[in-house]
C-alpha cells in the first residue's frame, strides 16, 4: 500500500510558475511510474506527465510539453511538477498516481492516488 500526499497548489498569475510535490509513505514508489493527473470543474480527469522511478523515462501531455517538468528525488521519495509559463487553461485540481502499467496516460491505469491540490491560475 501507498500513501500519496501532494502539496505546493495555489494562486499564481498566468505567465508565472508553481511547483507541486508528491511525497510517498508507507512504501517506495520502486517499481512504480508516478503520473500527474488533473481535473477542471465539469472536465474529465486529464493526463498531465508521468515519470518512471525505476529508469526516469518520462511523458507528457501535448498541452503542457515544454512548460511543465516531472522529476524525482530518491533522498525524499518524491515526484515533482514543475510547471512553468501557467496559463489560466491549467486551473484544476492536480494528482499524483502511482502504478505499475508504466507510462500510462489514463487514470484507471493507477491504483494509488493521492488527495489531490488546487492550481488556480489568474488572467
Known amino acids: 500500500q501507498v500513501q500519496l500526499v501532494e502539496s505546493g497548489g495555489g494562486l499564481v498569475q498566468a505567465g508565472g510558475s508553481l511547483r507541486l510535490s508528491c511525497a510517498a509513505s508507507g512504501r517506495t514508489f520502486s517499481r512504480y511510474a508516478v503520473g500527474w493527473f488533473r481535473q477542471a470543474p465539469g472536465s474529465e480527469r486529464e493526463f498531465v506527465a508521468a515519470i518512471s522511478w525505476s529508469y526516469g523515462g518520462t511523458s507528457y501531455a501535448d498541452s503542457v510539453k515544454g512548460r511543465f517538468t516531472v522529476s524525482r528525488d530518491f533522498a525524499k521519495n518524491t515526484v515533482c511538477l514543475q510547471m512553468n509559463s501557467l496559463k489560466p487553461e491549467d486551473t484544476a485540481v492536480y494528482y499524483c498516481?502511482?502504478?505499475?502499467?508504466?507510462?500510462?496516460?489514463?487514470?484507471?491505469?493507477?491504483?494509488?492516488w493521492g488527495q489531490g491540490t488546487q492550481v488556480t491560475v489568474s488572467s
Open positions: 498516481a502511482a502504478g505499475n502499467y508504466g507510462l500510462a496516460v489514463t487514470p484507471n491505469r493507477y491504483a494509488y
